[in-house]
């Protein structure tokens, strides 16, 4: 079986923009780390493409994107020619969404959830709608009129269309409106700050780990420093948590990461990451399987199977 595993930062979707080296790292290690547990699959073979710029990754096969050439166009072609398609991108933007209809289009398995459901986790303020709609604990989101009056600080000010923690702003006052365009505000809750690593696939779901977040506060912003996978145990709270976002946005296939926060009263869901996060790069080391293994009927028949019992994950810490 030929994937296509292609991770936008490094994949040659930013020729020629000056990039940040936080990205740059974060998108090769969850791209270097997929595509060997591919490929320790037997049977399998990946194909990807790399930013010249930048170094190939140690496995897979790859080919190197120059300042000219057309990304979008090369990546259709290597969709055509692959039987599964893996792509790893921020949300934000339509980039993932729009790579995942493109895939569709030539391709028989995406490894993704729909298009229409990666559109909605875009957006922090939809997708705190939705969830709460559900029944979902979730961190109140949205324009600054819908702040209750006397709703304590501090409060967090965010793009609405990111990923990946860009733009956060922490402060310790009410903010004083209008709010940047495209922003939208959200009481800080105080707690743990934590990821769910998921499985996901038409409403089913698997807690892979239960995962600690490393936030560092500097000058009044909020920034992702890494994490601790398998961090915490999976109970029957943490499960049910997992199955009623699933529940709220159906169209959740794949492996997703859902981050929250730990507060003494329970999660409180803060946002859907429609993808394959940081988290990633210590699953397997968390649970001493290759987590590919639980997705090899996915990747050929997109159906998740039954899991076998695992052990409690183990701590594993992924530091940027």
């Known amino acids: 079986m030929l994937v296509f595993v292609v991770e936008t930062i490094t994949g040659g979707g930013a020729l020629g923009a000056e990039l940040p080296a936080s990205l740059i790292a974060e998108g090769a290690l969850m791209r270097d780390t997929l595509i060997g547990d591919l490929e320790d699959l037997p049977g399998v073979r990946v194909i990807t493409t790399h930013d010249a710029r930048f170094p190939a990754p140690p496995r897979g096969t790859s080919t190197a994107?120059?300042?000219?050439?057309?990304?979008?166009?090369?990546?259709?072609?290597?969709?055509?020619?692959?039987?599964?398609?893996?792509?790893?991108?921020?949300?934000?933007?339509?980039?993932?969404?729009?790579?995942?209809?493109?895939?569709?289009?030539?391709?028989?398995?995406?490894?993704?959830?729909?298009?229409?459901?990666?559109?909605?986790?875009?957006?922090?303020?939809?997708?705190?709608?939705?969830?709460?709609?559900?029944?979902?604990?979730?961190?109140?989101?949205?324009?600054?009129?819908?702040?209750?009056?006397?709703?304590?600080?501090?409060?967090?000010?965010?793009?609405?269309?990111?990923?990946?923690?860009?733009?956060?702003?922490?402060?310790?006052?009410?903010?004083?409106?209008?709010?940047?365009?495209?922003?939208?505000?959200?009481?800080?809750?105080?707690?743990?700050?934590?990821?769910?690593?998921?499985?996901?696939?038409?409403?089913?779901?698997?807690?892979?780990?239960?995962?600690?977040?490393?936030?560092?506060?500097?000058?009044?912003?909020?920034?992702?420093?890494?994490?601790?996978?398998?961090?915490?145990?999976?109970?029957?709270?943490?499960?049910?948590?997992?199955?009623?976002?699933?529940?709220?946005l159906p169209g959740l296939h794949g492996l997703v990461g859902v981050d929250y926060i730990a507060t003494v009263q329970g999660s409180v869901a803060i946002e859907v990451n429609p993808r394959l996060t940081t988290s990633y790069a210590g699953l397997r080391r968390a649970l001493a399987v290759n987590p590919l293994a639980f997705m090899a009927e996915f990747i050929r028949d997109g159906v998740v199977p039954d899991l076998p019992h695992l052990p409690p994950a183990l701590p594993v810490e992924v530091l940027l």
């Open 65 to 248: 994107l120059r300042l000219g050439d057309d990304p979008r166009s090369i990546w259709r072609l290597m969709a055509q020619e692959a039987d599964c398609c893996w792509p790893i991108a921020p949300e934000s933007g339509g980039l993932l969404e729009g790579l995942v209809r493109e895939f569709r289009a030539h391709c028989r398995r995406v490894v993704a959830p729909e298009a229409e459901t990666i559109a909605l986790c875009a957006s922090k303020s939809r997708t705190a709608r939705a969830l709460a709609a559900a029944g979902v604990n979730v961190v109140p989101t949205g324009a600054l009129d819908a702040l209750p009056e006397g709703t304590d600080g501090p409060f967090v000010v965010k793009p609405d269309d990111g990923a990946g923690g860009f733009g956060l702003r922490l402060l310790d006052h009410r903010p004083t409106p209008p709010l940047p365009a495209g922003h939208v505000v959200q009481p800080f809750i105080e707690g743990e700050a934590a990821s769910l690593t998921l499985l996901c696939q038409s409403g089913r779901t698997h807690v892979l780990t239960a995962n600690r977040q490393h936030i560092a506060r500097e000058n009044g912003t909020l920034r992702f420093t890494g994490v601790t996978v398998g961090a915490f145990p999976v109970d029957d709270a943490l499960r049910a948590f997992a199955e009623s976002i699933s529940a709220a």
